[in-house]
């Protein structure tokens, strides 16, 4: 992912040495109290290792040297649309202190440039019912809000 100033904003893979600040940004934007635990890392980093051998990635966002932002972009081969490439943004999380300054935007937008780079015929994502606010921001982004999610918690 090309670097993005904007607002005094870089966008970049994220590295072993951001995870304490991604695991922090997760734990600060969860609904779920206790959901992630920033005492053991080994799980985030393992699962970064992961996620960096295959095409999508996390972009993280530094305002001034910090990690304030960062999302999860997941590619995959879809058996419809003639086997389109699909792209899902998961974990974006901006620290609360720090939005509404662009942040977001310039974060999606790098996530939707990959997207776009990799080849795949659209975006999605799912956004909890219970964050209006992120869904205006992914409006504003031009998602249009057009199915209705279900998950299924396995643990």
Same mark, same amino acid.
């Given at each position: ?51 960096? /051998? @295959?095409? %999508?990635? #996390? ?10 932002? $960062?999302?999860?972009?997941? !590619? ?24 509404? /300054? @662009?942040? %977001?935007? #310039? ?10 780079? $990799?080849?795949?015929?659209? !975006? ?32």
């Amino acid at each position: 992912m090309a670097p993005d100033t904007d607002h005094e904003v870089v966008v970049r893979p994220a590295c072993d040495e951001d995870v304490v600040a991604m695991v922090g940004l997760l734990a600060v934007g969860s609904l779920v109290e206790g959901k992630e635990d920033r005492r053991d890392l080994a799980p985030y980093r393992a699962a970064l290792v992961e996620i960096a /051998q @295959g095409p %999508g990635g #996390v972009p993280v966002a530094e305002h001034k040297g910090v990690v304030v932002g $960062l999302c999860q972009v997941i !590619v995959f081969r879809h058996l419809q649309s003639r086997g389109a490439l699909c792209a899902e943004i998961e974990s974006v999380h901006v620290h609360p202190e720090m939005r509404g /300054q @662009g942040i %977001g935007h #310039v974060l999606m937008r790098c996530a939707i440039e990959r997207a776009r780079e $990799l080849g795949c015929s659209r !975006v999605q994502l799912t956004s909890n019912m219970a964050r209006p606010d992120a869904h205006r921001f992914y409006e504003s982004l031009g998602f249009v809000p057009s199915h209705l999610g279900f998950k299924l918690a396995l643990r």
